[in-house]
């Protein structure tokens, strides 16, 4: 995937990308890896025909009047065509001046800039000083210095715009580690300046859109590692098959690609948060940073391993990728990004959630408000009643359960029942088993079991795993043997959430053993009273018992009670694990308010864990990412692009996100963590139950094979089919 959702941007994805490759921009990438002298790329001038320079600059200075958003989606396909040249330090520079410049400034240094005649040099990390109209000191390493006529320098807070041959600057560039786009060491001696070469208290702003435009061609990058290495697999042959076969490529495989789409959401939103607050933006560019050069830097260490010995050696394109990303990271990676993170979001600063609607969701709007404004008078049984009388109460369901609401109509129902101070009941479990019977069911069971459930007098479980079957959910022993008038039932299930607490489930059971492995399997409806249905609770390391055995002796089920035909229980079976996962997915953290615990805790006791403002940035970052996976997911059903891989993703994040989170605590809580009846107690006990969350609704390393299988259209192992 890429950052790209609307029609709009997808267009000028692909037209970049058709153009780079046309262009053979990565074989003009490997020419300058020997060369002693850098130079633009033979493309340089098309570039500027088509407007790219311009792209993110008003018209009224020669641009296209465009901005970020449309600039991270062209820099996106550069980094994943590894283009060599100045592009993105001269982009940076202009988004600088354009935000922070004067008028004079604006009109002097834009036009150059955007019609390819100046190339600049961005160096934020220098000791720089300003005094008496003269500037000394180490600019430091300045990416793009081997081509810049204008240097873009921090001087404290300030940012100097300064001509190359000004006298006293000073510019070397050595042999570079990525020597198709060369930085330098720049140094400042007695250089005269003015007014006009300061933008005063800019050093922030040119941060942030730094880090934003660095970091969109770290996430192309990435995504071209997670390409590279899939279809290199898919063709290698190790042991008479494939390596895209072997379970531990797939799982390195799925890691990049995780890594990859949470720095493509970040990079989308910062872009899009360039009109927001300013402090927000920095907040979001921050987030970019610290989650895209780390994954371009170890998805390019993967891409090489995927590749093995192959991928090191100097014809393959591999090293080109740990090389760009290698210097990106050193220039605007590192700890910063994530201490950012930290800092900002302790000082109070959030990031709030925004989709551009289209026009039809203001004509739902008034509707929908007044609807809300009336629920929200009733009383909490009156308002139950309501919800389910006008299909409120899961919009998304068909009529006339729910509105067959699209997106659109979904989010505004969001946004003015969460402003009314409506809350709609959270069905959990009960939910995607009820919509799986709306789906499948007969007439009869709907008629029966729907209304009870949405009115939350039956709480239902699914009873899907067994002891042989965890994650593997198509593995079901549990016998159902055909008796006049239904079925008789024997067998166990296993880890069924709540089942003490239920009145009824939703079973696998098997009907034909003779059958295939996804054949033969029937769902039916188990009622959880019945004779023969014995329910033990199990204890689990967190001393609570929300999973329980269920043992089904002679259980008789009537034939009403089938869901679909039988012995093709394997597809409602899906629907149920597909609105789990939907609903897993798409959730928050179950630990409510632990990103603010945390940066409470690190503030109070930071002398417990080693580095905790960057650990808890790092974990922010994350939390940001959750959140803006989701966002992206919405969006694309909003702008009609179809699914993408947002799901899988976000339940494999989820997952490792609460066990770092918990762990965290627990590390800054030190000792305390020994006594239950302290301000320890809670964080031991999140500790034991994250592990469950790598484990519940499929574990880790399945959704690991899901995401490659699914996804990334790797094989499945061959011993498996």
């Not at 465009?66 to 994943?80: A, D, F, M």
């Not at 002097?108 to 019609?115: E, H, K, T, V, Y």
């Not at 959401?265 to 607050?277: E, I, K, L, N």
């Not at 109509?409 to 809350?423: C, H, N, P, S, T």
Request: hydrophobic share 45%.
């Amino acid at each position: 995937m890429g950052i790209a959702l609307t029609d709009d941007h997808r267009e000028l994805a692909e037209v970049a990308r058709a153009f780079l490759t046309s262009q053979k921009a990565r074989w003009a990438a490997r020419s300058l890896l020997d060369a002693t002298v850098e130079t633009r790329p033979p493309f340089w001038q098309n570039m500027v025909e088509l407007g790219w320079l311009g792209l993110h600059i008003d018209e009224e200075h020669g641009g296209s009047g465009y901005g970020l958003p449309e600039l991270v989606v062209v820099i996106e396909e550069l980094g994943r065509a590894l283009a060599p040249g100045p592009f993105v330090p001269t982009v940076i520079a202009s988004a600088v001046i354009a935000r922070e410049g004067t008028t004079e400034q604006k009109a002097r240094l834009l036009p150059g800039l955007i019609d390819g005649t100046v190339s600049a040099g961005v160096g934020l990390d220098g000791s720089v000083r300003v005094a008496d109209g003269v500037a000394d000191g180490d600019a430091g390493i300045v990416l793009g210095a081997g081509l810049a006529e204008l240097l873009l320098v921090s001087a404290g807070d300030d940012v100097l715009v300064l001509p190359r041959e000004r006298a006293g600057v000073s510019v070397e560039v050595p042999k570079n580690l990525d020597p198709t786009r060369r930085c330098g060491r720049v140094h400042l001696c007695d250089v005269a300046v003015t007014a006009d070469d300061i933008l005063p208290r800019a050093r922030d702003s040119a941060l942030a859109r730094a880090r934003t435009l660095l970091a969109a061609e770290a996430v192309g990058g990435a995504a071209d590692c997670v390409d590279a290495a899939v279809a290199y697999a898919k063709v290698r042959q190790q042991f008479g098959r494939t390596i895209a076969t072997f379970q531990a490529v797939k799982h390195h495989c799925a890691n990049m690609l995780v890594a990859a789409e949470s720095a493509i959401a970040a990079v989308w939103d910062a872009a899009r948060a360039v009109g927001a607050d300013e402090q927000q933006f920095r907040l979001a560019a921050a987030v970019a940073a610290a989650l895209a050069f780390p994954a371009y830097t170890r998805n390019a260490e993967l891409n090489i391993q995927v590749h093995g010995g192959i991928g090191f050696t100097w014809e393959h394109d591999a090293h080109l990728h740990l090389r760009r990303a290698l210097v990106s990271a050193a220039l605007l990676g590192g700890d910063a990004p994530a201490d950012d993170v930290f800092e900002l979001t302790a000082a109070g600063v959030t990031r709030e959630n925004s989709l551009d609607l289209p026009a039809e969701a203001e004509e739902l709007r008034t509707q929908i408000r007044a609807d809300a404004a009336e629920i929200a008078h009733l009383d909490p049984k009156a308002q139950l009643d309501k919800l389910i009388e006008t299909g409120y109460v899961m919009p998304h369901w068909p009529k006339p359960w729910g509105r067959a609401a699209n997106a659109v109509e979904q989010l505004v129902i969001d946004e003015e029942f969460r402003e009314a101070g409506v809350k709609r009941p959270d069905y959990s479990i009960t939910g995607w088993v009820i919509l799986t019977l709306i789906q499948h069911g007969t007439p009869w069971q709907v008629e029966r079991f729907v209304a009870k459930a949405l009115r939350q007098e039956e709480i239902w479980c699914q009873l899907f795993s067994e002891p042989e079957a965890g994650s593997d959910a198509a593995s079901v022993k549990t016998r159902a043997t055909r008796v006049d008038g239904g079925w008789k039932i024997n067998g166990q299930k296993v880890w069924t959430s709540g089942a003490q607490y239920c009145a009824r489930g939703l079973a696998t059971v098997r009907t034909d053993p003779d059958a295939p492995k996804h054949a033969g399997i029937t769902t039916v409806i188990i009622d959880m009273k019945a004779p023969g249905v014995e329910v033990r609770p199990l204890r689990q390391i967190t001393g609570g018992s929300e999973f329980n055995e269920v043992f089904f002796n002679d259980v008789f089920v009537p034939d009403e009670d089938v869901v679909g035909a039988p012995n093709s229980g394997w597809t409602v079976a899906r629907a149920t694990l597909g609105n789990e996962r939907v609903s897993i997915g798409g959730s928050g953290s179950l630990y409510q308010g632990l990103a603010a615990h945390l940066v409470q805790l690190t503030q109070q006791r930071a002398d417990q864990l080693a580095g905790a403002r960057i650990r808890v940035g790092t974990y922010l970052a994350e939390e940001n990412a959750l959140r803006l996976l989701n966002l992206r997911r919405a969006a694309r059903s909003v702008e009609g692009a179809g699914p993408g891989p947002e799901g899988n993703v976000t339940k494999l994040k989820l997952a490792e996100h609460m066990v770092e989170g918990a762990a965290i605590a627990a590390a800054l809580l030190g000792p305390e963590v020994a006594l239950v009846d302290g301000p320890g107690a809670m964080a031991g006990r999140m500790v034991m139950g994250a592990r469950g969350m790598a484990i519940a609704g499929g574990t880790s390393e399945v959704t690991r094979n899901q995401i490659a299988e699914r996804i990334l259209g790797m094989p499945r192992d061959p011993l498996l089919n």
